[in-house]
């Protein structure tokens, strides 16, 4: 079984770069036709999708984050990163990362469904 593990800081402060790992055991991350997604929930807000790699490397993100996002993977580490950069208090939120088995649900299309795919979640604040 799957099972996926988010790292990264607790605090971080406005307009600098958010980055959080993602560690995945019990499946390669360049498993055909798997997609590593990053979602997340800000307090008092619905789930919201942040990107993708896919299995092959290609990326994709939410056209709401303006070019601030970008996903990257160490393959022999079997870890994928989201850099999040020039944050504001509007990026505090639980980050999750998830496996998805194809683009749309990795887009949360329609909807983020949270199961035994989706790392336990970590919490970032960004605060000065």
């Known amino acids: 079984q799957v099972h996926l593990q988010e790292t990264g800081p607790d605090l971080v402060k406005p307009s600098q770069t958010l980055a959080l790992t993602c560690t995945v055991s019990g499946e390669s991350i360049t498993t055909n036709s798997y997609f590593w997604s990053w979602i997340r929930r800000p307090p008092g807000k619905g789930m919201e999708w942040l990107g993708y790699i896919a299995h092959s490397g290609y990326t994709n993100y939410s056209p709401s984050l303006q070019g601030r996002a970008s996903i990257s993977r160490d393959t022999s580490k079997n870890q994928f990163t989201l850099h999040l950069s020039s944050v504001t208090p509007e990026d505090t939120a639980v980050y999750y990362c998830?496996?998805?088995?194809?683009?749309?649900?990795?887009?949360?299309?329609?909807?983020?469904?949270?199961?035994?795919?989706w790392g336990q979640g970590t919490q970032v604040t960004v605060s000065s």
């Open positions: 998830t496996r998805q088995p194809g683009p749309y649900q990795a887009m949360c299309n329609p909807r983020c469904i949270r199961d035994d795919n």
